[in-house]
């Protein structure tokens, strides 16, 4: 979705198989069957009886239907996404959750970031914001989609006070095309953060707010300029299925999040499983 090279590869040409009538007016040889090299139909009767043998078209369709359907979610895995299929997608993942994952974790709307940045809706989504009660989750999932790329912004411990010495909060950013300088979004999301705790009512003062700590870890990238949407798919579930009981700067960050933190292989194999689980 950011703006990089186009990849050139292009996907796997699907050729049809299907046969029909008009073939069997063809040299025997121009078949896949073992018959002598020049051999041909005479008789209607053999026409018919090779027509029998042959599958029928019906169950030959239906399989090439499949193929098709299963070539397309390969390829759909590399294509951009908007915000209705993340929003579709996230919401099938959300529901697979365990009850007691779901304790731990709030999630923002993955729009309700852009809309902030226009003065006239940032009311309301403040508004949306306070019904979620996310000061009191442990994590907050914050999916932001800004100049057509994704990132993933995760809020931890925004619960705990400034008097806290065990559950500091700190403010994640995953980015797959770090050299775009995903810091470019800290300016606003402080921003974001500091009328969010104003909103709330709450009495951390504005330096401590701004001392809350940005933190971009190194994670796996982007294999082309289009896939960002899947990343951050797949790092919500990673980061759910891995985060731990405190999240701490101190206790091991970046704990899984490092650039081998997943395979293109396993990623492939999440959106396929998570497409065809949303149909």
Same mark, same amino acid.
């Given at each position: ?65 499949? $193929? !098709? @359907? =299963?070539? %397309?979610? #390969? &390829?759909?895995? $590399? !294509? @951009? =996404?908007? %915000?209705? #299929? &993340? ?32 003065p006239s809706s940032r009311d309301k989504v403040l508004t949306w914001i306070k019904k979620k009660h996310i000061f009191s989750k442990k994590y907050v999932i914050v999916p932001i ?95 759910i299925e891995g985060a731990p009981e405190n999240f701490s700067i101190e206790g091991g960050y970046p ?25």
């Amino acid at each position: 979705m950011s703006k990089r090279k186009p990849n050139k590869n292009k996907g796997p040409a699907i050729i049809d198989l299907d046969l029909d009538s008009s073939d069997l007016d063809s040299p025997i040889s121009e078949f896949p069957c073992r018959f002598h090299r020049g051999e041909r139909l005479k008789r209607k009767g053999k026409r018919e009886e090779m027509k029998e043998l042959r599958p029928p078209k019906d169950a030959k369709n239906a399989v090439s239907r499949k $193929k !098709e @359907k =299963l070539d %397309s979610q #390969a &390829f759909e895995c $590399k !294509e @951009k =996404l908007g %915000s209705e #299929a &993340f929003d579709r997608y996230f919401q099938n993942l959300w529901k697979n959750l365990s009850e007691d994952k779901r304790t731990s974790f709030a999630y923002l709307d993955c729009m309700w970031f852009s809309l902030y940045l226009q003065p006239s809706s940032r009311d309301k989504v403040l508004t949306w914001i306070k019904k979620k009660h996310i000061f009191s989750k442990k994590y907050v999932i914050v999916p932001i989609v800004c100049w057509g790329h994704w990132n993933l912004l995760i809020f931890c411990h925004f619960g705990e006070s400034e008097q806290s010495e065990t559950h500091k909060p700190c403010m994640l950013l995953l980015d797959s095309l770090e050299n775009a300088d995903p810091r470019r979004y800290e300016p606003d999301i402080r921003k974001f953060v500091l009328d969010i705790y104003e909103a709330e009512g709450r009495s951390e003062t504005k330096d401590f707010i701004y001392r809350i700590p940005f933190l971009v870890p190194k994670v796996p990238q982007q294999r082309n300029d289009v896939e960002c949407g899947n990343f951050v798919l797949y790092y919500i579930n990673l980061f759910i299925e891995g985060a731990p009981e405190n999240f701490s700067i101190e206790g091991g960050y970046p704990y899984f999040m490092k650039k081998n933190w997943f395979t293109p292989e396993g990623l492939e194999c999440f959106c396929q499983q998570l497409y065809s689980s949303s149909e």
